[in-house]
């Protein structure tokens, strides 16, 4: 029986950049940092609230992620947040541009887009 979501593994074409945006944009926490000489590869472990949640990954040249039309398998990586404005004005003041607030129009909840440096979409959903 599934119990939870372990995590979400990324790969990012350049990682300082991907590093920086995970953790002092966003604010996830660093639980551990490897580099995988013989894959020439970084691994970080990320963690939000706790949680471990993420593990972002360097590899030598991975192919762009198809992105417009949208394409078959997962779609974003979505983050629940308190008070969506409050969000959106600090990911703007870091330089993230941000798509406008909407309301689902199923939950009547607000949510935005923006995307990480690899035009991977991230969303923020107001879950209060």
Sequence with gaps: MLK???HIAII???YEKSK????????????????RAARQ???LDLSLN????????SFPDPPMRPTRPEARGLRHL????DNIEEQVKKL???GVQTEPIRIDEF???KFTFFSDPDDLPIEFYEAS
């Design 50 to 57: 706790g949680t471990y949640v993420i593990e972002l990954f």
């Design 78 to 81: 979505a983050f629940a947040v």
């Design 12 to 14: 990012c074409s350049d």
């Design 41 to 43: 590869s970084y691994k």
């Design 4 to 6: 939870s979501i372990h």
């Design 107 to 109: 939950t009547n909840k």
């Design 92 to 94: 703007n003041a870091k």
């Design 20 to 35: 920086a945006f995970y953790v002092d944009t966003l604010g996830l926490e660093v639980i551990q940092e490897n580099y």
